[in-house]
């Protein structure tokens, strides 16, 4: 992936596997609810590791929403992970 992660790439990276539009992807939505499965989340960690993202699919499978996913990123982040 060549463009910086952010939370709208996040957001529009899972509209696409659930074939949604990103704008009805909202931060606080229990992703699994919306139909995202562990394939797909494993799919959405190794991608966003590529682009530089310090997550791991069992820090995901944790919390459900775009949101928690988000702030993990940021902290790890701020933490120099």
């Known amino acids: 992936m060549s ?3 952010t939370l709208e790439r996040m957001r529009a990276d899972i509209a696409a596997m659930l074939h949604e539009d990103p704008q009805d992807i909202l931060d606080d939505d229990n992703l699994i609810d919306l139909g995202l499965d562990s394939m797909r989340v494993m799919t959405l960690a190794t991608r966003w590791r590529e682009a530089g993202a310090p997550i791991e699919f069992s820090e995901m499978a944790s919390v459900v929403t775009l949101g928690q996913w988000w702030s ?3 902290r790890a982040q701020q933490n120099g992970r």
């Open 72 to 74: 993990m990123i940021e």
């Open 3 to 5: 463009t910086a992660l």
